[in-house]
């Protein structure tokens, strides 16, 4: 059967702005061609974002209500232009109008008192605000948000909001009143606060005052707040909302303010005429949220015995680690976080990527799955994302209504999360009962399970509810569904582009208990289906449910097992500890608890890696589905080549060169690897085809496995989307690369042009015409570190050529002190115009930022630098980025002026300061923990792993605001309201009076890159041409570490005495062993040992330094 979708709305215009409108009379979206006004998309089960809330100030106590959709008290009609709503409240008789005109909105309202005495009242509007096309904002919300510029301007009615789209086009958002305001706030957060995940109540409603700070955040929301009336008889307030396509030019005063006053003069109203007025009625309250009562100490000592890595804040527990590396999170932690809970399943075995790995992600509060999808993480969905961080949207993912005293209630926050490495669990304690639900996700098989499961065996009534896509996103197809009898199954649609390339896809949902399915009409009193792409599971009279998740990514059926929970972690853990080689550190003296935290982290560093490795998505970032190409050849293959996992890396490097391009030789900026291969970035940045070659070049030295070079592969042609006949060597296709590499030379240079871009995104010139004549210091550098590593490695199989490549690699060198470094300073870039531009540098005068970290950091790790340059540079470090949380990528942030593009794209357009923004990017600071271990400051690189490890991170970064504990984080981000604030303020991020918060989660290379540092830079485990090295570069203070591993399957207990920081004698089994000493161009290089010293059965090495 197929089930449509399609969403029945009225559309109110006059020839400009549509306002889609409901049957509740909620706003599903506000567009203009193809821009969405909004952020959030209505529904009729929870209503709409965007409200009017009509506020009681009574005995001490504000009541209130709002005034349109589904959770107010209004009837409405639709007619012509305008929409009628009336309703009342405590006594409060109202009428709302909202009235369409061509690109101006009014929502206009008039309050009657029939209390006998005064009543006092205000009024607060609010709407979320996207201003970009609906596929970009469906593609993630928080991203569009960072874009928006909101300035606030004042009259003698107080506050105007005007917001501007700083990314593509400019459009342009006026948001106002034509009647007295005395309130305002431009982000959801502000509005609905961190609370609202526990109470479903915005906070703002029970405040006097809005906050009346610009707050440049993730979830645009203007809200304004009438004056406050004393009210005898009626009163009336008037809001607008004013849409321009562009506005190129930052906004300096309230623009059109006359025009709106006129407009509003030519508005008729008509008497509200109640035949023509319906009000659609919920048999089920979709807001009605259920919270989990908190446990106290000895319900937690009950459940967790032996807890370690408390997090505390002042007296109360927040979070801790027990067992198999599984975090507990509670309550009260949920209440102190912007960004929730959450965490991604994906199968086992996961080193090869395939098309058939299932993965699902869930959040604290109540989404027990949501982006359940096997294959293409953007076009296989079957269950939506959630929407909003706050929990706003309600139905997306899959949730759960409990019927308690005769009401059905929404499982929102649980008393306990808890965390596995292959599941999650809610536990929720109720006066009388505890509910407990697991999700968990099979190693072997494309299958998870949810186990719902009461403690005292209490029978419920449960809905079950599942926001399909079967697609990209949600309400774009129709999609198909068979039902037999406990057994659901499901199919893209036909004309979807998955059902093209996977023809039998299926999704099945399976019970061991017995249901009903309903779709969206279960939840509406007169049990019309609305086309809500809902369906809901009804359990009757049960203590218990189990449904089963299958992803079939051929459509074959699986062979049913029992799902035993503890065997599947017991096979998650360890796979993970294969994949990590048994890793293991302790200490035994008064670091032992530090120590102790890089066990638990570099288990979850794994999980985090190996999702974006092969299931590419995050938390925050929902989509991916590519391998980014300099993405892939650092994370994953870092992680796999400390781990020696080479086989894997070998497979990496052929699926990347399948996408060097015929035409000239470079790769894509992105690709995807599986049945969507045509689906590629056609362009790059300049410093991309530089890593599948530093990668292979790293690969061959580890192994000295020439025989990948002899591999017969494609090329990828750009303008057809397909693979080419010509099939050529790895050699050859290495020997295309580098020709292109030179040719993009700067002319009578051997320096590479900037070309796209480098690793910051944020800083591509806003004069696209610049990148022929740019170069990017850090480029450079990497340039110089691949061929240096290639010429190596290809002595013992092409001398000759391996001679040209170190030829090669002295100009490049020449050249980068001769133009790149000016005064003793590497610039960030050089213009090449008619004199030499120095840009981010002490010279450059124009962009106000006179330092940049990416070209100290890759200058060491490449060892461009000369050894007199070494102290200089790192002092340099220390006084220009070194901050607690961190070192930041440049001295200071570029100058922001409301989004105009002066001399770069991003970094001027971000009204966030977030992400790259911030300057506090986690992956260039995991960079600079391997430039530290290079040049032998060990102190710094150890300290620097320390300020990155969420684990009760503020033991080691004072200002860090809390976050998850368990997943990487991939920014540390002021806690700034503005650019203009961050700017101004940012040298108190130096001395801790600003905070800084984590910025987003998961979906990165970050983690693969920090196991790497930790494992073969700090501890200083690495492999060379099959043979062992032992390089530590760690503290005096860590003398007795310990640290158990595996090199090549066999096992090794090391044993750490550090009285100095260099590698003087090892003994392995009790006999001091020979070694060969590597060079190192800036300190006393490492320990090369014979592999055939080690034992197959066990080792135990001591290292003197």
């Known amino acids: 059967m197929k089930y449509l979708n399609t969403i029945k709305t009225y559309p109110v215009t006059k020839g400009g702005i549509v306002f889609q409108i409901l049957d509740s009379g909620d706003v599903r979206n506000i567009t203009k061609d193809n821009v969405q006004i909004n952020l959030l998309t209505g529904t009729n089960l929870e209503g709409s974002a965007s409200n009017l809330y009509l506020r009681l100030f009574e005995d001490d106590k504000i009541y209130y209500t709002r005034l349109i959709g589904i959770n107010s008290p209004s009837r409405f009609y639709v007619e012509d232009n305008q929409v009628y709503y009336k309703g009342e409240f405590r006594n409060l008789q109202y009428t709302v109008v909202l009235t369409v005109l061509e690109n101006i909105w009014f929502w206009t309202i008039e309050v009657v008192n029939h209390h006998k005495n005064n009543q006092t009242i205000d009024i607060i509007y609010g709407q979320d605000v996207g201003l970009a096309h609906p596929g970009s904002i469906l593609s993630n919300e928080a991203y569009v948000c960072q874009y928006l510029d909101h300035r606030v301007f004042t009259n003698e009615l107080?506050?105007?909001?005007?917001?501007?789209?700083?990314?593509?086009?400019?459009?342009?958002?006026?948001?106002?009143?034509?009647?007295?305001?005395?309130?305002?706030?431009?982000?959801?957060?502000?509005?609905?606060?961190?609370?609202?995940?526990?109470t479903n109540e915005p906070q703002a409603l029970f405040s006097d005052q809005l906050e009346n700070r610009n707050y440049q955040y993730e979830f645009a929301y203007t809200s304004l707040q009438s004056e406050r009336i004393n009210l005898s008889d009626k009163a009336t307030f008037i809001f607008y909302g004013l849409y321009e396509d562009s506005i190129y030019e930052v906004s300096e005063d309230i623009r059109y303010f006359d025009k709106v006053v006129n407009a509003y003069k030519g508005v008729v109203f008509k008497p509200f005429d109640e035949e023509k007025s319906t009000q659609l009625q919920l048999s089920i309250n979709i807001n009605n949220v259920l919270t989990g009562l908190p446990l106290d100490n000895d319900e937690i000592n009950k459940l967790y015995s032996e807890k370690r890595h408390i997090e505390k804040d002042q007296n109360y527990l927040l979070s801790f680690f027990v067992g198999n590396y599984i975090h507990v999170v509670l309550q009260s932690k949920e209440r102190l976080v912007e960004r929730p809970h959450g965490h991604m399943l994906l199968n086992g075995d996961s080193l090869f990527v395939r098309d058939n790995i299932l993965s699902s992600t869930n959040y604290i509060f109540g989404v027990f799955n949501c982006h359940v999808v096997v294959g293409n993480t953007n076009f296989h969905k079957f269950l939506s994302n959630i929407r909003n961080p706050l929990n706003v949207k309600k139905i997306t993912g899959q949730r759960l209504f409990v019927k308690i005293n005769d009401e059905y209630k929404l499982l929102g926050v649980p008393s306990v999360y808890e965390?596995?490495?292959?599941?999650?669990?809610?536990?929720?304690?109720?006066?009388?009962?505890?509910?407990?639900?697991?999700?968990?996700?099979?190693?072997?098989?494309?299958?998870?399970?949810?186990?719902?499961?009461?403690?005292?065996?209490?029978?419920?009534?449960f809905l079950l509810t599942n926001h399909l896509v079967l697609g990209s996103s949600e309400y774009e197809t129709p999609f198909l569904y068979e039902v037999h009898n406990k057994e659901m199954r499901f199919y893209p649609d036909l004309c979807t582009l998955s059902a093209s390339k996977y023809p039998n896809l299926t999704y099945k949902l399976i019970s061991t208990h017995d249901f009903t399915y309903h779709f969206d009409e279960r939840f509406?009193?007169?049990?019309?289906?609305?086309?809500?792409?809902?369906?809901?599971?009804?359990?009757?009279?049960?203590?218990?449910?189990?449904?089963?998740?299958?992803g079939?990514?051929?459509?074959?059926?699986?062979?049913?097992?029992?799902?035993?929970?503890?065997?599947?972690?017991?096979?998650?853990?360890?796979?993970?500890?294969?994949?990590?080689?048994?890793?293991?550190?302790?200490?035994?003296?008064?670091?032992?608890?530090?120590?102790?935290t890089f066990n638990d982290l570099a288990r979850w560093y794994c999980h985090n890696a190996l999702i974006h490795y092969a299931s590419p998505h995050g938390l925050e970032q929902y989509n991916g589905a590519a391998w980014g190409t300099r993405d892939v050849c650092q994370g994953p293959a870092e992680l796999f080549m400390v781990t020696q996992k080479f086989a894997v890396i070998r497979d990496i490097i052929c699926k990347v060169y399948q996408r060097e391009f015929i035409q000239n030789g470079d790769f894509?900026?992105?690709?995807?690897?599986?049945?969507?291969?045509?689906?590629?970035?056609?362009?790059?940045?300049?410093?991309?085809?530089?890593?599948?070659?530093?990668?292979?070049?790293?690969?061959?030295?580890?192994?000295?496995?020439?025989?990948?070079?002899?591999?017969?592969?494609?090329?990828?042609?750009?303008?057809?989307?397909?693979?080419?006949?010509?099939?050529?060597?790895?050699?050859?296709?290495?020997?295309?690369?580098?020709?292109?590499?030179?040719?993009?030379?700067?002319?009578?240079?051997?320096?590479?042009?900037?070309?796209?871009?480098?690793?910051?995104?944020?800083?591509?010139?806003?004069?696209?015409?610049?990148?022929?004549?740019?170069?990017?210091?850090?480029?450079?550098?990497?340039?110089?570190?691949?061929?240096?590593?290639?010429?190596?490695?290809?002595?013992?199989?092409?001398?000759?050529?391996?001679?040209?490549?170190?030829?090669?690699?002295?100009?490049?060198?020449?050249?980068?002190?001769?133009y790149l470094i000016r005064n003793g300073i590497p610039a960030g870039f050089i213009l090449f115009d008619k004199n030499i531009k120095y840009i981010l540098h002490p010279e450059d005068k124009e962009t106000g930022v006179s330092y940049r970290l990416l070209p100290f950091n890759r200058g060491f790790i490449s060892e461009i630098f000369a050894n007199e340059q070494v102290e200089p540079f790192y002092q340099l470090i220390e006084a220009k980025f070194k901050h607690l949380d961190g070192v930041r990528l440049m001295d200071r942030p570029v100058q922001y002026k409301g989004g105009i593009n002066t001399y770069f794209t991003r970094a001027e357009t971000a009204a966030n300061f977030g992400r790259e923004i911030g300057l506090l990017y986690v992956h260039a600071h995991i960079r600079y923990i391997e430039a530290m271990a290079k040049v032998g400051k060990a102190k710094d690189a150890y300290e620097g792993l320390l300020k990155v490890n969420p684990i009760n991170i503020q033991a080691y970064v004072p200002n860090a605001?809390?976050?998850?504990?368990?997943?990487?984080?991939?920014?540390?981000?002021?806690?700034?309201?503005?650019?203009?604030?961050?700017?101004?303020?940012?040298?108190?991020?130096?001395?801790?009076?600003?905070?800084?918060?984590?910025?987003?989660?998961?979906?990165s290379s970050g983690p693969g890159i920090y196991l790497n540092q930790l494992i073969a830079n700090v501890l200083g485990i690495r492999t060379y041409q099959n043979d062992l090295v032992l390089d530590p570069v760690l503290p005096k203070e860590l003398d007795g570490l310990t640290f158990t591993y595996r090199?090549?399957?066999?096992?090794?207990?090391?044993?750490?005495?550090?009285?100095?920081?260099?590698?003087?004698?090892?003994?392995?089994?009790?006999?001091?062993?020979?070694?060969?000493?590597?060079?190192?161009?800036?300190?006393?290089?490492?320990?090369?040992?014979?592999?055939?010293?080690?034992?197959?059965?066990?080792?135990?090495?001591?290292?003197?330094?």
């Not at 965390?419 to 998870?448: C, H």
């Not at 007169?526 to 299958?550: A, G, W, Y």
């Not at 320990?1087 to 010293?1093: C, S």
Request: glycine content about 6%.
């Open 419 to 461: 965390l596995g490495l292959n599941y999650a669990k809610w536990v929720y304690k109720f006066d009388d009962d505890i509910l407990t639900i697991t999700s968990m996700i099979a190693y072997d098989r494309p299958e998870q399970i949810l186990l719902v499961e009461s403690e005292k065996g209490k029978k419920y009534q």
């Open 158 to 198: 107080g506050y105007t909001v005007c917001t501007r789209q700083n990314q593509g086009v400019p459009h342009y958002l006026q948001q106002g009143s034509l009647t007295k305001t005395v309130g305002y706030a431009t982000d959801g957060f502000q509005f609905f606060g961190l609370d609202y995940k526990l």
């Open 552 to 596: 079939l990514i051929d459509g074959k059926d699986l062979e049913v097992k029992p799902f035993d929970l503890q065997g599947e972690e017991e096979k998650f853990r360890k796979f993970i500890d294969e994949v990590l080689n048994h890793f293991h550190l302790e200490i035994n003296n008064e670091r032992k608890e530090e120590i102790d």
């Open 668 to 818: 894509p900026q992105w690709f995807m690897f599986d049945k969507y291969y045509s689906i590629f970035a056609h362009d790059s940045h300049g410093d991309i085809i530089v890593w599948p070659l530093r990668l292979l070049a790293m690969y061959l030295l580890a192994t000295k496995d020439y025989t990948i070079l002899d591999e017969v592969l494609p090329y990828l042609d750009r303008d057809k989307g397909e693979f080419t006949e010509l099939q050529e060597t790895l050699y050859d296709h290495i020997r295309r690369q580098i020709k292109a590499i030179i040719d993009s030379f700067i002319p009578g240079t051997s320096l590479s042009c900037y070309g796209g871009g480098d690793w910051d995104d944020t800083l591509q010139p806003a004069n696209k015409a610049l990148t022929k004549q740019m170069v990017s210091g850090w480029t450079v550098a990497l340039t110089y570190e691949a061929f240096m590593y290639l010429q190596e490695a290809l002595k013992e199989y092409d001398a000759a050529y391996a001679q040209e490549l170190k030829e090669l690699t002295d100009k490049i060198r020449f050249d980068f002190n001769k």
């Open 961 to 1003: 605001i809390p976050r998850q504990s368990n997943t990487y984080f991939s920014s540390s981000d002021g806690n700034f309201y503005d650019r203009y604030e961050a700017r101004r303020d940012f040298d108190k991020l130096k001395t801790g009076e600003i905070g800084v918060k984590g910025g987003w989660r998961i979906y």
């Open 1047 to 1105: 090199f090549n399957a066999k096992p090794l207990k090391i044993y750490y005495h550090i009285h100095e920081e260099r590698v003087k004698r090892i003994v392995i089994n009790g006999k001091e062993v020979a070694f060969k000493r590597l060079e190192n161009k800036y300190r006393l290089g490492g320990a090369l040992i014979d592999r055939n010293l080690l034992n197959d059965e066990e080792n135990i090495i001591d290292v003197y330094m």
């Open 524 to 550: 509406f009193t007169d049990q019309v289906n609305r086309h809500e792409p809902l369906v809901v599971l009804e359990f009757n009279d049960t203590d218990k449910i189990e449904l089963r998740i299958q």
